[in-house]
Each structure stands twice: as structure tokens, then as C-alpha cells.
């Protein structure tokens, strides 16, 4: 079966800095896009970031300039380097990735989702 663990979520003042991290673990799987999604109280998960297989990213206008995606495919994980967070950048954070393996008995392309770390912003 295969998972995604995030870390690396916590309380920062603005202007600070945190560095998430995301792990994707499983049998015989491929990886192709990762990306960070957010979600504050009241609104709907929103794309923070993503980056495909060769390494091209995109983001959201609220954060360019200010966060960067990377990823180590030998080590199946996705970073997401915040800095000069703002209190807007509250939210559950959740890694996604676009990947084939397994799930159960069924063997193809999977949809993958963290369960979320939270990110808080304030002072």
C-alpha cells in the first residue's frame, strides 16, 4: 500500500521560515508529479505547489517568491522550503502525489494524499 507522510509543520511567527517534508513509501511504485496542497479553516484545499518528474514547478501567486518545491526522487520525497510566512499561509498542509502502484489488490495510476500537517502562523 502506498503512503505519504508529511513532517515539518508547526507554529512560526510571521516572517519566519519552516520546511515541510513529504515521503511517499510503498512496494513497486513510480512517482511522476508531487505537489502541496493547503487548506485553512472555512475555505477549500487549494494548490500550493507542484513539480513533475523532471523537476519544473508551479505555484500559486500568493506564494511565489516566497516558497519553493524540490524534490530527491532517490529518496521519494517532496520539500516544500516556506520563508516569510504570513498568517495567511495558516492551514493544513497535505502532500499529493501522482504516482502508480499499488492500492489493495488494484495495481495502476493513483491519486496519493498525506494526511495533512498544520502550519501556523502567528505572533
Known amino acids: 500500500q502506498v503512503q505519504l507522510v508529511e513532517s515539518g509543520g508547526g507554529l512560526v511567527q510571521p516572517g519566519g521560515s519552516l520546511r515541510l517534508s513529504c515521503v511517499a513509501s510503498?512496494?513497486?511504485?513510480?512517482?511522476?508529479?508531487m505537489g502541496w496542497y493547503r487548506q485553512a479553516p472555512g475555505k477549500e484545499r487549494e494548490l500550493v505547489a507542484r513539480i513533475g518528474s523532471g523537476g519544473t514547478a508551479n505555484y500559486v501567486d500568493s506564494v511565489k517568491g516566497r516558497f519553493t518545491i524540490s524534490r530527491d526522487n532517490a529518496k521519494n520525497t517532496v520539500y516544500l522550503q516556506m520563508n516569510s510566512l504570513k498568517p495567511e499561509d495558516t492551514a493544513v498542509y497535505f502532500c499529493?502525489?501522482?504516482?502508480?502502484?499499488?492500492?489493495?489488490?488494484?495495481?495502476?495510476?493513483?491519486?496519493?494524499w498525506g494526511q495533512g500537517t498544520l502550519v501556523t502562523v502567528s505572533s
Open positions: 510503498g512496494r513497486s511504485f513510480s512517482i511522476n508529479a
Open positions: 499529493n502525489a501522482d504516482m502508480i502502484g499499488y492500492s489493495g489488490s488494484y495495481y495502476g495510476r493513483l491519486d496519493a
